[in-house]
């Protein structure tokens, strides 16, 4: 009897042995499981912040290229409407009035009376006189052919009543053939008055001997749309001096 008591007991250890061992696989499996789903769950989280990253990475790159490619298309229009229409491209509009400055005070103005062809003719008024300048302006150059100091009317048209100076000054040329007093030293530079900052300036000069002893030095700038932006004199010599007037306003 005790022998059978002895056995029955046993038995019981081992079922309760058995169970624990089959539970703590359970749970093995469960948490294996777990971590599984966990590393998988972690690993797709990775693989779409990974995706979402390229995928603003790219549309980066794209926008930085189509700035890119816009700002390169904008640069060639540009500078090819520069060089397919010339010196057009730098005709100031019928009506377009430019006052200059020293830096202190507005000196000088000019304004677009008419326009004919290829001749356009301004106003300009410096210390309350004014004079009419008639320029022959075209693709290839920009010559003046009229001056009439101290007008009295300024507004009056004179295109069709001008007759040309024997000898035209020419300010701009492309045409290999024809020569001047003037000459371009730049024709893309930038110059900044305080109406503005611009591109794609011809830069002129002209120097003369017109003061016994020293150089006079005249510089120009054309800029797009504007004609005259600013004017420099130099005189070189032992009394020499020098001044400009820029670009200060503009009215249509």
Known sequence: MQKFIFLLAISCIMIVVTGCAKSEQNEMASDTATNKKTQEQATQEADSSDIKEKEKDNK????????KENSDEGQTDETESTEVLGFEVYLPKIGMEKKFTDGVEILVSEKVVAQSGDFIQMAT?????????????TKNEITLVFEESSVENPAQNILDS?????????IITLEDAVTGEWEIIENQSEVEVPY????NVYVVQKITDEIEGADTIYTRYYAPGLGLVKESLE???ENGYSGETELATVEN
């Open 60 to 67: 980066e790159d794209k926008k930085e290229n189509t700035a």
């Open 125 to 137: 008024t410096i210390g309350g006189n004014t004079s009419f300048q008639v320029y022959k302006w």
């Open 162 to 170: 001008f007759t040309p100076m024997d000898n035209p000054q020419v």
């Open 196 to 199: 503005g900052t611009f591109e």
């Open 235 to 237: 005189v070189t010599g």
